[in-house]
């Protein structure tokens, strides 16, 4: 009987160790990953020195414990952990895309399609600068004291569309380019809208996806993709085996991957947030395109060159479709210019580049969202910053990067750090109760 239990209970051992190895198998990809795309665009987008990102950016969890091979001459990053590996290239023009089944040099020789925007931009108007002097301990406090908190990169205040605030953390400047994780999304928000107004797209009428047209995912909406309320299966925990780790990570085609989850509650009745919803956006915005080429030029003519954006990088997925989700590196100034246009009502001067409504459709609940969610958007209506403005609303990145709007103040606040959420969050409610009330004095 002793020797049954003993023979039991190795056999419960042995798969428990089998097990174990198998699921950590399966998180080797996200971990490497991870590492080689984040540290790749952080070096050869940014222009960030790899060991400052190794001891912010990557100390964290299983990834701290990754070993980083940097190549600066081919611009690839080799990322290692136990048996896991994984590599991610850059391409001039596309930014860096986390390889899948092909070799970097390969993936290398393409090149992008389109050349460099050489127009000049223009620098952004000073503000008042009586407030800008007032402003000017609340900028040192939280970039060079880090008083409310998060290790912030960059940080701008427009007041009336002129710059009030400017403060740069060491080794970044007002040339540097940021990731801005998922503000991103807000810019996809731009992009629908301005697709709406020359006619391109009908938000309320079912997506035509053809993998849908079999079931009722065909009656999701282009609107409930942006109000996160498509009703698809998703797992936006960053933790482990999520949705969101194994689509960024492991898959080439991330829209594609997000658009195979099944329908689990009616669309338009359920709020969840949801990555893969963006990247669903994307990849159809792209299939209406007869090249990747064209619909970059679109992006460029249509949505960054009117708002002076010069060079951003939006990063693409192996299938070619920018990353919507996450993956979009710009200048804090470029950031401060596209929360004006939406403080502006998607105006630039006195031409009108989004449709007349869209702010207000962008700033609207979405129904199941308890106010805190309108279209790619994020809203105070919920009082999710309770000393803050009702009619504040804004672009919101996982790891702290950060547009706020705020109409009623006619400020636009851009916050680039790493300050991921709980152990390093930036104070956001106080930093801009702070910034109002100064604004305020007489």
Partial sequence: MKKKLFTIAGALLLMAFIGGGIYLNSLLPIITGYAAKNLASAVFVSGRQAAEVEALDLNFSLIRYVSNTVDDEHKTVTSRFLWGESTAAYREGYGVTLLRGV??????????????????????PRGDSAFSARLE??????????TYGGHPFAFMVLHN??????????????????????????FVNALVGIMVKDSLLDIHAPISIPEWQGDDRKTITLNDLMQMQSGLEWNEDYGARSDVNIMLHCQ???????????????PGTHWYYSSGSTNIVVRHLRSLFPS????????RQRLFAPLGIRNAVFEPDMSGTPVGSSYLYATASDYARFGQFYLDDGCIGSE???????VGYTRTPASDSKGNYGAFFWLNKGKRLPDCP?????????????????????????????????????????????????????
């Avoid at 080439?252 to 009616?266: F, I, R, V």
């Avoid at 009108?352 to 869209?358: K, V």
């Fill in 103 to 124: 070799n970097a040099s390969t993936w290398q020789q393409q090149a992008f399609p389109l050349p460099p925007d050489t127009a000049a931009t223009k620098p952004l």
């Fill in 137 to 146: 301990p609340i900028a040192k406090a939280f970039v060079d004291d880090r």
């Fill in 161 to 186: 569309g002129g710059v009030v605030s400017e403060r740069y953390d060491k080794g970044i400047g007002p040339d540097t380019k940021l990731l801005c994780w998922s503000v991103t999304k807000s």
């Fill in 252 to 266: 080439q085609d991330m829209g594609l991957y997000a658009l195979m989850k099944p329908l689990e509650y009616k």
């Fill in 292 to 299: 990747d080429s064209d619909f970059l030029a679109y992006m």
């Fill in 352 to 358: 009108r580049i989004l449709p007349e409504g869209w």
């Fill in 390 to 442: 009702d009619d504040i609303f804004w672009c919101d990145g996982h790891d702290g990067q950060f547009i706020y709007i705020i109409p009623s103040e006619q400020l636009v606040v851009v916050i680039l750090s790493f300050s991921p959420k709980p152990s390093n969050e930036i104070d956001r409610n106080k930093l801009l109760q702070d910034i109002i009330t100064t604004k305020n004095k007489i």
